[in-house]
DNA sequence: CTTGCCCTTGACGTCAATGTGAGGTTTTAG
DNA sequence: CTAAAACCTCACATTGACGTCAAGGGCAAG
């Protein structure tokens, strides 16, 4: 298969295969002409490739991991590369899922405008900012609120 | 505060509190010499902006989301960022996750050198990728497999 | 043969959140 | 008063996974 119809059946582009193969994490054959020929299984490894660099695993670490895709074998270095991308996932799901929350709370505030949950009744979720406090030694955090509160349904 | 203390207590550089301010993510006052000045609760915020950062939310997107959470109301606008912001991050963590389980194949074959879990003997949990097939027409996958096997521990 | 599509290499562009350094001012500590 | 530390504003550099354009070669169909 050449270059195009891997690209076409692995859902990238044929620059990134080129990139790929730059990177070390593909060897495809040449014709004698100098064009690319890959494998059917070329397309899985790909889809691998991707799903690792999604996961924010830079190409470097990828080009260790893979050998060891293909040998079942796991030099100590491999493994200790292993464990750390593993956790390093671990931490970084950790962090997307506070950010969601965070944007839940958002979320939930701006859908419960009823006199309990009505932003300006309610403990602020987050300390609120205002800049104009710089001057002042230590600002009431109640005072000046914004006394409206709105309600904007989905 | 001054922009160091603000870096230090929340853990930035002072460059990324200046870049912030650019973005329009952070307003400080000024001293008369043009010194920057941030109130007690422009640390939590800070953190807040960090949290975003990290959640691979860029600053424009942030930009439109932090007004929402000094004034707990939310424009359909905003809310709709909300909402697929959200789902930008679940999905992102679908991907994590599917990450982590490919890690944890790597790391389940190398810890198992048994017969039954043998690389050389199960069932390759990816397709072997072996450029030299690219010349074949339908390589057989159980062919030319390496035959040995190696446990390497933690 | 030629039209047209796919392929090649090479090299510069992009985006975003910083790092870094120059060159100068302000604040603070002694 | 003075020296160090912290601050200021430019402005260019970095990183990584590509996008994109240029200038050409290969190959099947008509």
Redesign the interface.
Known sequence: ?RIGEIAHQAGVSTRALRYYEEQGLL???RTPSGQR??????V??VR?IQ??F????PSRTILQ??P?????????K??EL??S??SR??A??A??????D???R??D??NHPTPEH???LREP???????????RTA?HPTAAR?AS??L?T?
């Open positions: 298969m060897t495809p054959e020929t890959y494998p059917e299984s070329a899985e490894r691998l799903q690792f999604t996961a924010g695993l991991l893979l060891c895709v293909d040998t079942g074998h796991a030099s100590p491999a493994f292993l464990a991308e593993r996932i671990t970084a799901m962090d997307l899922a506070a950010a969601r965070a944007l839940d958002m979320i505030i701006a009505c932003p300006a979720a987050w300390a609120p900012y205002n800049p104009a406090d710089a001057t600002p914004d509160a709105t904007i989905m």
